[in-house]
């Protein structure tokens, strides 16, 4: 999955492109946004299989990824 | 055998070549004579939320997405064909409706972060309070930090929104910052608008730089798909 335009900036102004980051904002967008026909929404997650009359699933997509990138950071240093 | 459904799209769309399905499936079109579905057959009762799979969703709307602006489905969604041409013509007119709105426009979704502490009040009196006190000066302290970033994010959504609005065309925020995610908004912009979009978007990152951005894009007006909430809004029904 690519995006023309995956951007983290900071106050330095850098711009990273993180699969991570392309990963975290699909899951925010296909998991908690999209038409919905009632009643219909059927996944599995850890062999447990829920069904949500709306689904509801809240990502905090960029806290995650900003620690994605401390990790990172961290490491390179 | 139950139908995984990608996007709506106008009829007469052609099926994006060389994408695979959820599950490796082949991904077909159910056209009908003015709107027409992304589907694929899907023999599980569930779908499995995985990486791979994710992935397989938004890889085919966004196949969709480099020749016409589809409406997305959320993941997961399995149907039986009947139940997908009832919806159809029960949401007909939303249905085209939507498609019309996002129609030639595509979405940017951009988060900010304010790294802050958002406790106002200094706790000054700890460790000499009695319990039950420090239990509510502490309750009182989170809601005086919860005030605040309400308020910074009302604010900086304000900013964003002003700093934008010649070049968007429609907005979705986030009602529910978190601590340090202030704001999650999503723009509708034309295609043929992109490149001035990032022209502002880099001017307003320039202008704050305290603030943290994540930028992504363009995508399916994932965050504009939603039909129902109008619906039962134009017909009274809460």
């Known amino acids: 999955m690519s995006f023309e335009q995956i ?54 997509s960029v ?14 240093e | 055998m139950k139908l995984y459904v990608y996007c709506l799209v106008e009829g007469g769309v052609g099926l994006p070549r060389d994408v695979q399905g959820v599950g490796g499936a082949t991904v077909r079109l159910l056209s009908g004579e003015t709107l027409s579905l992304l589907v694929s057959d899907f023999a599980l009762d569930a779908v499995p939320v995985s990486r791979e799979n994710v992935l397989q969703h938004a890889a085919v709307v966004q196949s969709v997405l480099a020749s016409t602006t589809p409406l997305p489905f959320r993941f997961g969604t399995l149907v039986t064909e009947q139940q997908l041409r009832s919806y159809v013509d029960a949401k007909y007119e939303a249905l085209k409706a939507k498609l019309e709105q996002v129609s030639g426009c595509v979405e940017m979704s951009v988060k900010i972060i304010l790294d802050r502490e958002w406790i106002e009040e200094p706790a000054t009196n700890i460790g000499h309070e009695k319990p039950g006190t420090a239990f509510l000066s502490e309750k009182r302290r989170e809601l005086l930090g919860g005030e605040a970033r309400l308020e910074e994010a009302k604010r900086v959504a304000e900013w964003l929104e002003g700093q934008m609005r010649e070049v968007v065309r429609e907005i979705q925020i986030s009602k529910n910052p978190t601590d340090k995610l202030i704001l999650a908004t999503a723009h509708l912009v034309e295609r043929d608008r992109l490149k001035y979009y990032r022209t502002l978007i880099n001017e307003a990152r320039q202008q704050r730089p305290e603030l943290h951005f994540l930028v992504s894009g363009p995508w399916a007006p994932y965050s504009f798909a939603n039909i129902d909430l109008e619906f039962k809004t134009q017909f009274g029904v809460s």
């Open chain 1, 7 to 60: 951007i983290v900036s900071g106050g330095s102004g850098e711009q990273l492109e993180e699969a991570e980051l392309s990963l975290l904002e699909t899951l925010d967008h296909v998991l908690n946004r999209g038409l919905v026909i009632a009643g219909e929404i059927t996944i599995s997650v850890a062999d447990i299989d829920l069904i949500f009359l709306g689904l509801n699933v809240m990502l905090s």
């Open chain 1, 63 to 76: 806290e995650t990824a900003q620690e994605v990138l401390r990790k990172r950071q961290a490491q390179a």
